[in-house]
Nanobody
């Protein structure tokens, strides 16, 4: 089992920045991929940014050049730096981990609201 705790959401004006954090605990050694998803009202959950099992990063086209994913292995934490935020970035952001048998674990989510 892996437990995930997100933090860093909040209200920000368009053009502003936020940094989300996700701390993982539990069976850390089983983690193969880690990243961020988001779900806006009445929309499906979508990938924002993630580290794949081979260490490469993937970004949604809508956030390329504005968001950056990073990680601190010593702290078992992954970050999402969000810059030039737009109202359409408003969503609940979820941390996601995939383990070595392809089980998905999710955090409870953190709300990001971008005002125009």
């Amino acid at each position: 089992q892996v437990q995930l705790v997100e933090s860093g959401g909040g209200l920000v004006q368009a053009g502003g920045s936020l940094r989300l954090s996700c701390a993982a605990s539990g069976n850390i050694l089983s983690i193969r991929a880690m990243g961020w998803y988001r779900q806006a009202p009445e929309k499906q959950r979508e990938l924002v940014a993630a580290f794949s099992s081979d260490g490469r990063t993937n970004y949604a086209d809508s956030v390329k050049g504005r968001f950056a994913i990073s990680r601190d292995n010593a702290k078992n934490t992954v970050y999402l730096e969000m810059n030039s935020l737009k109202p359409e970035d408003t969503a609940v952001y979820y941390c996601n981990v995939v383990d070595y048998v392809a089980r998905n674990y999710w955090g409870k989510g953190t709300l990001v609201t971008v005002s125009s």
